[in-house]
């Protein structure tokens, strides 16, 4: 499963790898690779393999699950489409409290004890993810864990994973992109161990250029 979902985000540059010309994230740290998994929903196929892994990772680590729930925005489409081959609940999770209306943060009916997995689309620090995670708890979810499509496997990520006691299974991960990448001759195999180290220390930017 991993290395399908590796192929189908390299093939339709739903994750790119540029490491000569690295990406500058928003907190100005050069990057070698982008994200947009987004792009996974224009392509059927594609989406398709992409809605049909999570749905297995939620089925096979998750099998209490009563209800799937989407971080916003990205993780909205793909709840509402694992919640369809799950024949299963779904809602979301607003970034905050909406300032109309009912003033909700979490978006359909979820009682309290209900069994809930966070869909999420890229878990890079787990910040956004956790703190679905913690809008959900608060409301008395039982939150079982996150179901990604795909995760840098940064130790920041790990560690606050680890400490919010939330578990996180992807459709696949950094590593195996690299394998497929090389292999698929999008990157020289002699450059992973340069992207390696960027994802084990993204502020280090000795990488650039090797």
Not at 116 to 125: C, Q
Request: proline share 3%; glycine share 8%; net charge negative.
């Amino acid at each position: 499963m991993k290395e399908l979902i590796a192929h189908d985000l390299l093939k339709i540059k739903a994750v790119f790898l540029r490491p000569e010309q690295p990406f500058t994230w928003a907190s100005g740290i050069k990057s070698p690779i982008y994200c947009d998994n987004r792009l996974t929903l224009s392509d059927v196929e594609v989406r398709n393999d992409v809605e049909n892994a999570l749905a297995k990772i939620v089925r096979e680590e998750y099998p209490e699950c009563e209800m799937v729930m989407g971080t916003s925005t990205a993780g909205i489409a793909h709840a509402a489409l694992v919640g369809n081959i799950l024949n299963m609940p779904m809602g979301y999770v607003r970034g905050g409290n909406k300032d109309h209306g009912r003033g909700n943060q979490i978006e359909g009916k979820c009682e309290p004890g209900t069994k809930v997995v966070v869909i999420e689309d890229l878990i890079s620090t787990a910040g956004s993810s956790i703190e679905t995670v913690e809008a959900l708890r608060s409301a008395g979810a039982e939150v079982l864990g996150i179901a990604s499509i795909f995760t840098y496997g940064m130790k920041k990520a790990t560690d606050r994973l680890l400490a919010a006691n939330c578990k996180n299974v992807s459709a696949s991960d950094y590593d195996t992109l690299l394998e497929v990448a090389a292999k698929e001759n999008y990157i020289k195999k002699e450059q992973i161990d340069s992207l390696i180290s960027f994802r084990n220390n993204p502020s280090d930017e000795s990488w650039i250029g090797k």
